[in-house]
């Protein structure tokens, strides 16, 4: 299954069913007052009517692990991870309110909700633009803090935005693939504009006390 990465080990991993075994309740020998168990094996997938997700555990070839995905189509490819949850980490150097609508941005594409995600990479940008007091992204590029290849890239992250926000569009016409490279586009501007020049400060101070240290001696 093209993009199924394992949420343990984050290795691509073949679509490969687990075998779950335990104590189940046979329902055909049971009755009031009596309730015959014994070991039971659940089937890895789980079909449901076609309007209903399918959902699958699947066991990683790589670590062993064990984890739930699901897809609302019998025949895709687009298995997504359902259990456990894991998202990307935003930089500590990220100020609120940027930072609280980068993390759900990352938890949206996690989860597979993939217009939510573009929203809020939108909402993203706004917030970044605010807290630089900037009226624009083209501000922030004049201003020097972002490059011409940034504002290009922050800016086809807003025009996908505008078409999910205020167009019908195909129900395909955002997937997964398309999603993780726009939330890319926005953690470039994230590095950009407050990780590097953070790292940078640090490592100016450092040299400032090695310098200082040294002329004591």
Not at 69 to 96: C, F, G, Q, R
Not at 135 to 154: A, C, F, H, P, V
Request: charged fraction near 20%; hydrophobic fraction near 35%.
């Amino acid at each position: 299954m093209a993009g199924l990465v394992c949420p343990h080990c984050g290795v691509s991993t073949a679509f490969n069913p687990a075998r779950i075994r335990g104590i189940g309740v046979l329902l055909e020998r049971s009755g009031p007052g009596m309730i015959q168990q014994e070991e039971v094996q659940i089937g890895a997938v789980l079909n449901g009517p076609d309007a209903d997700p399918h959902v699958a555990a699947i066991q990683c070839t790589e670590c062993r692990h064990v984890f739930i995905a699901s897809t609302t189509n019998t025949w895709s490819e687009d298995w997504h991870t359902v259990w456990p949850l894991v998202t990307a980490e935003v930089p500590l150097e990220v100020p609120e309110p940027v930072r609280s609508a980068t993390a759900e941005a990352l938890l949206c594409l996690a989860i597979g909700a993939f217009g939510g995600c573009l929203m809020m990479c939108r909402t993203t940008i706004i917030r970044l633009q605010r807290e630089q007091n900037a009226e624009s992204l083209k501000d922030l590029k004049d201003k020097g803090k972002i490059s011409q290849q940034l504002y290009d890239q922050g800016n086809e992250v807003r025009l996908w935005a505008n078409m999910v926000g205020h167009e019908d569009y195909p129900s395909d016409a955002v997937d997964s693939e398309t999603c993780q490279e726009l939330v890319g586009y926005v953690q470039s501007l994230l590095e950009a504009v407050y990780v590097q020049s953070a790292r940078q400060a640090r490592l100016r101070e450092r040299r400032k006390q090695a310098e200082s240290q040294r002329s004591k001696n």
